[in-house]
Nanobody
Framework: QVQLVESGGGLVQAGGSLRLSCAAS????????MGWYRQAPGKQRELVAA???????NYSDSVKGRFTISRDNAKYTVYLQMNSLKPEDTAVYYC???????????????WGQGTQVTVSS
């Protein structure tokens, strides 16, 4: 059984910062790509940032220059440092992880439970 536990969400004023964490645990052989998505009320879930197992990153245009994704492979953890937050960043943020349960096995996709980020103006 694999679990993803997110933390770090909350309420912050515009211009402030938050750091999200997502830790994977369980019978994990290895982790491939890790990412963060968000879903605002009435909107579709969208990719915010992703990082490959080799450390390559990509960001949505709306967060480039303000958010930074990183990972700690030894801890099976992905982070999202969010700076210069704007009210339009308000959403539920979900982590997403592609991982292998065994050597040579299939890759499985797991989601965190979501953490609320609210940015007040």
């Amino acid at each position: 059984q694999v679990q993803l536990v997110e933390s770090g969400g909350g309420l912050v004023q515009a211009g402030g910062s938050l750091r999200l964490s997502c830790a994977a645990s369980g019978r994990i052989f290895s982790i491939n790509a890790m990412g963060w998505y968000r879903q605002a009320p009435g909107k579709q879930r969208e990719l915010v940032a992703a990082i490959t197992s080799g450390g390559s990153t990509n960001y949505s245009d709306s967060v480039k220059g303000r958010f930074t994704i990183s990972r700690d492979n030894a801890k099976y953890t992905v982070y999202l440092q969010m700076n210069s937050l704007k009210p339009e960043d308000t959403a539920v943020y979900y982590c997403n992880v592609g991982l292998y349960l065994a050597e040579g096995g299939d890759e499985y996709d797991y989601w965190g439970q979501g953490t609320q980020v609210t940015v007040s103006s």
